[in-house]
Structures are given as C-alpha cells and as structure tokens.
C-alpha cells in the first residue's frame, strides 16, 4: 500500500505544513487517512498556498494618500457610531448574504453603445448625492467616485488605447443629455480640484493596464475628455512631469499611448493648448518607433479639426519649429519614409503657426537658422524650402537683411546659394525687396574686398559675380513713364468729371473753353459730314455688296485658297526656325553676359561707383533739403486748411476748397488764352 501510494503521488502537487497546522488538518479530516493522505489536487493546493500568504499590496499613489488625509479631515462627517450599534443585529444577515453579493459581477457588453445605453443614471445620479451628503466640503472624493462608478458600469471591449478609429470625442460623445447634465454638474462643484482629479484618471488608467486583466478605461475617459471640455488648460499644467512618466513607460507603449491620448485631448477644444501638448510631450517622443504614427496623426487630426490657425499664434518658436523642418526634410532620421511624407505635407500650416500673427516682425529671428542650414550638399526639396524661406524672411521683416550683412562672412558658401537663388528669381522679388537689396549687395561688395585674402577664393570669386549681376538688375530698373501718363489722365478725367457734375454740358468750363477755341464748331461740322457721308455710304454698300462679292468670289477665291496653305506651310517653317533661335539665345545669353563681365576693364565700375557716389551727394545735398522743406510747406499748409475750416477738416470744407480752386484755375486759363490770343492778334496786325 505504501509503495501504490508513493507511486500515486508521482506528478502531484505536494503541500508541506507544519506541525500544528498538519494535525489540524489531519483532525478536520480523519476519514481520509488512506491513498495519499497529505496530498491535496493542483488547483486546490494552489487555493490553499494562496490564502496562506496575504494579498501583495500596490505602493499608494499621491491621490490615495491625499483622499485618506480628505478623509481624517471629515471624520466629523461620518455617521455616529449609533447608528453602527443598531446596525449589529443585522451583522449576522449582511454575512449570511455577502457571498451572493461578491459573486455578482458587473454585466459585460458587446459594445461601448450598448454599456451607455444601459447605464442607470438615475443610481449615479443617487450616489454621488450620497457621496456629497457625506462628505460635503471634499470635492475630490465626488469626482473620485464619478469616475470609479463609470468605469465599473461601462464594462466593453478596450483595445485601442488612442481609440484612433473613431470620431476625436468618442467615448464622451456617446454620453446623453441627462449623463452630460451630471458630469457637467459635479465638475462644475469641483473647479479647484479638477487637475488632481485629471492626474487621478491617468494614474488609475496606468494601473489598470499593469493588470493582466484590467478593467476597461472608457469610464477614465469619459471623465478626461469631461475635464478638457470644461477647462482645456488643465492638461498643460504641469507638462515637464507628465514627459518624465512618459518617457519612465517608454518600454510600455499601450501606458505611453494612453498618456498622450490623455493629454491630447486639450487640443479638440483649444488649438493653442493641442500645440503646446504636442511641442511638450509628442515632439520629444517623435523619433520612438512605437509613438511616431500616433503623434504625427495626433498633429493631422488637430490642424484638420481647426481651419483657422490664429488661435494657435505665439506658441510655438524657432526653437520647437527647427526640429520639426530636419523631421520632415532631412533624409534617414528616425521616421519612415511614410510618416515623413505625412509631416511634409503638414509643414507648411505649421510654418503658418510658427510665423504668427506679425512675420514682419519675427522672421528676422528664423533667418539664421534658414542660412545655416541652406548648404550646397543638403538635399534639393530642402533646398528649395530654405531658400524660399530666406527670400520670404527678406521680402517680409526688413531686419532680416542686417541679420544677413552680420552673417555674411561666417556663411559665404550659404550666402552665394542665396544670392544666386534671389536672381534666378528676380522677375518674381517684390519691389520693395528689390530696393532694399541694393545697399545690402554694396555691403557685401565691400566686404569681400576686405576679406578677399583670408577666406575661399572660389567663395568670394561666386559671391563677386552674383553681386555684380544684380547690381545690373537693380540700376535696369527705368523711370515708370506709364505709371506717370496713367496718373495724368486720372487725374485730367477726373478734373473733367467734376466740371461736368458740377453743371450742366452746356453750362459747364469745359463746354464754354471748347467753344470758345472752335473746337465745339469744327467738331459739330466735321460730324455733320461723318453722318452724311456714313449715310451715303451705308446706302451705296446695301446695293453694291451682294454684286462685288460675288466677283470677288469668283475671281480671288482659287487664289485665297492657295495663299492660305503657303501662309500655313510659312508658319510652321517659321516656328521651327524661331524655337531654334530662341533655344540659340537661351543658351549663349548666359555666356555673353559672363563674357561682358569679363572682359569690362575695371575703369568702368570704377567710373560707375563714381557716378553713384555723385548722385549720393546730390542726393543728401539738394533732394533731401529739398523734401524737408516741401513737408514743411505741406505741414503748413495743412495748418492753414484746417484754420481756414474752423479747425475741423470735413468733407463739405474739402469741397468747397476743390470747387474754388477749380473756378479759379478756370479763370485763370481763360485769362491766360484771351492775353495770348489779343497778343497773336496784335503781331499779326502789325505784320
């Protein structure tokens, strides 16, 4: 029996105890002393082994430890123990039924819409009144509770951790009136405590997921998304110990994920905290294999959602925006190929949000990094980027043209691919960039004569050539004779059209000066004869047309036709030959042009700088004096408009003015041609 017994109990789990508590067993049982009597089966054994050792308690958390200190503070709140001594007699029967209670389990649904439906709201509503009536001044535990009874109510399957699949305010958007009513309500009571209880739902939401079988989190995130509704500024608080937890779970990516979806919920309703959860928490992650996807479709999803980026302004720099150009620009970083593509094509709204609302004021402060990075071995869709980026900094901050000048020599080779780039595209430069480029080209002509013996040759040989090149740009530029004409022919219509509205045709200036001169009787005569000629004319054609067509149909039609294929064989033979010519001049002007620069002896610039610093002198001696005293005069004038209009300049004193100097301009040209004609009339007397 012994050596049956042994053998029976090869493969077995065997409990071993210790004296006492072997002989208690052995007495509890003393009708199995037969077949292995100390032997127990695998799962029962395992039951026993873990009631013997207590349960391994969790580390508290700095929200645990502050409710139990909210509750000694409200011992005063909790129930008198007599109402405990009534309750002792009812012991027995709780204990009796506590089994059946702890073998419930909270029902499981299908879907997240199915747990919502189902959600009695008219027993939280309950409970959290039973939450305030006992403790009435501790709001953090009324949150506390809201959020641990969602969470164990809305028990469906959780697998997403950025719920990525679904709309950006899902689950809260399942949520009915009357449960919105609530939430809004007890948060609403639980202002001061609203960023510990958003530390709370993430805390909770990390320990859950150390559990093999956690409960689901919607309940969490329900309450998360609740709080940002309200007070989006919550999430942004304290964003350097939220980067600390997140980069202590950086082996956990489900904790990392949840934590980012957490705080990127700020930025649904609030542009300017999403950017700044995204600069603190994403951006330093962005280079981690298993967050990079998330934070970049975070990034989409944000500008996708707010069209207008205004409110976004003043939050994010040079320093957070650089980062972002080497991401999206430079080959071989941290992201794939894909993820890559994706930030590129987000780039240019976040050079919106970078650029904020004033460029003409910040771009100077971006201009140094755009140089330094615009090298000649840099790839090309960089390139072009950095270098419209410099001409856009040029063309809209004029402070970014002396950052240039005092960069200029620590960057030659940037600065000649710069120079280069601004005259490829000098037809397509603003005229306000084209003026101010002119002293700057000067400084660095000056430049590098003083720096020819220390630096690259090859440099200032490249930056000397495209600076006498658009030196002859910028002095092509002729005086706008068209502008001018347009400008007196407004303004001589314009003179007209006020004459006219101001009175009849006939009564008018214009109407008597014109008659006056003869013009009036020379141009109705010359129309009397126009209309009667016209009218012959019209009438000899209705009868002659139908008649000369037909002969010249009949006579030129052969050779019509012959013409029109020559001219058709003509343009072709002359398209071919002027592609061919231009195609010729494309390609030789480059070299006529680096031939005439060549081969100029260097008298000419010399003679040039000469003639420009004369036009300087005249410039600062005589046009300058002369400005300052026409903006005196015209000060003076002002003042003596407005003491002539009582001190108030209006629009009824402006016209008034206008139609007084119009009679009187009138009058004196009348004056004027009746002088010169008594004159003409006298010599021609006297001849």
């Known amino acids: 029996m012994a050596s049956s017994a042994n053998n029976s109990s090869v493969g077995k789990w065997e409990v071993v105890r210790k004296g006492k508590k ?154 009915g009136k009357e449960l919105r009513s609530i939430v809004k309500n007890i948060l609403g009571k639980s202002t001061d405590t609203l960023k510990d209880f958003f530390d709370h739902c993430i805390f909770t939401m990390l320990r859950e997921l150390d559990k093999q079988a956690g409960e689901p989190l919607h309940g969490y995130r329900m309450c998360i998304q609740a709080v940002m509704m309200n007070k989006p500024k919550v999430a942004t608080l304290n964003l350097s110990e939220h980067l600390e937890l997140l980069r202590s779970h950086q082996n956990r990516p489900a904790k990392c994920l949840s934590i980012m979806w957490a705080l990127g919920q700020a930025g649904f309703y609030d542009l300017s905290q999403g950017v700044r959860v995204w600069l603190g928490i994403m951006l330093p992650v962005l280079g981690v294999k298993t967050l990079s996807a998330y934070a970049i479709a ?110 200029y020599t620590k960057h030659l080779t940037q600065s000649s691919l710069l120079l280069n780039h601004l005259l490829s595209s000098w037809t397509t430069l603003s005229p306000k960039l084209r003026n101010n480029l002119q002293e700057t080209i000067q400084s660095f002509r000056v430049t590098n004569e003083e720096i020819r013996a220390t630096a690259s040759s090859e440099d200032i040989q490249d930056c000397n050539a495209v600076c006498n090149s658009l030196q002859m740009k910028i002095r092509c530029q002729g005086f706008p004779w068209s502008r001018l004409l347009m400008a007196l022919l407004v303004f001589a219509a314009g003179f007209i059209a006020h004459d006219l509205r101001s009175h009849t045709f006939a009564g008018s200036t214009t109407a008597l000066y014109l008659e006056r001169t003869g013009v009036t009787a020379v141009s109705q005569q010359a129309w009397r004869k126009v209309s009667y000629y016209s009218q012959q004319g019209i009438s000899w054609l209705a ?8 002969l010249a149909v009949e006579a030129l039609g052969p050779l019509l036709d012959t013409a029109l294929e020559k001219l058709k ?5 002359v398209a071919q030959k002027s592609s061919e010519f231009i195609l010729l001049v494309q390609e030789n002007t480059p070299l006529l042009i680096e031939w ?43 003042q003596s408009l407005q003491d002539s209009c009582n001190g108030e300049v209006s629009l009824h004193c402006m016209q008034n003015h206008v139609m007084a100097f119009t009679n009187s301009t009138w009058i004196y040209l009348q004056d004027t041609t009746t002088a010169l004609r008594s004159w003409a009339q006298e010599l021609l007397s006297r001849a």
């Open 543 to 550: 009868e002659s047309t139908p008649y000369y067509y037909s």
């Open 569 to 573: 064989v003509t343009a072709v033979f």
């Open 298 to 407: 975070y990034l989409e999803r944000l500008l996708t959602l707010h069209a207008n980026l205004t409110k976004g302004f003043g939050v994010m720099g040079p320093k957070e925006f650089f980062p972002l150009l080497d991401f999206a620009y430079m080959p071989k970083n941290a992201l794939s190929a894909s993820l890559q593509e994706q930030l590129r094509r987000l780039y240019p709204r976040l050079k919106v949000l970078a650029f904020g609302a004033k460029p003409e004021s910040t771009l100077h402060t971006y201009f140094p990094s755009f140089l330094s990075r615009a090298t000649p071995n840099c790839p090309d869709a960089m390139k072009r980027e950095l270098l419209n980026s410099l001409t856009e900094c040029l063309s809209v901050d004029a402070q970014s043209l002396g950052v240039w000048r005092q960069l």
């Open 596 to 638: 005439i620069n060549a081969n100029t002896p260097e008298s000419v610039f010399q003679f040039l700088e000469f003639v420009k610093e004369l036009m300087l002198f005249v410039h600062q001696s005589f046009i300058l004096p002369t400005l300052q005293y026409f903006i005196t005069a015209m000060q003076h004038g002002w």
């Open 22 to 175: 072997q002989s208690g067993v052995a007495k509890s049982q003393p009708d199995k002393k037969s077949g292995g009597g100390g032997r127990k089966a695998l799962s029962e054994s395992n039951l026993l082994r873990v009631d013997a050792y207590p349960a391994v308690k969790m580390s508290e958390t700095i929200f645990e430890s502050f409710e139990k200190m909210g509750k000694k503070l409200n011992k005063e709140q909790v129930p008198p123990p007599a109402e405990v001594q009534q309750k002792k007699p009812n012991a027995g029967k709780q204990n009796k039924k506590s089994p059946s209670n702890s073998s419930s389990k909270p029902s499981h649904y299908k879907s997240l819409e199915e747990a919502v439906k189902a959600l009695d709201v008219m027993d939280l509503k309950q409970q959290l009144e039973k939450s305030q009536a006992l403790f009435p001044e501790n709001p953090s535990v009324w949150v506390k509770d809201l959020a641990g009874y969602l969470n164990s109510k809305l028990i469906a399957p959780d697998t997403d951790p950025t719920l990525s699949s679904y709309a950006h305010d899902y689950p809260y958007c399942l949520a």
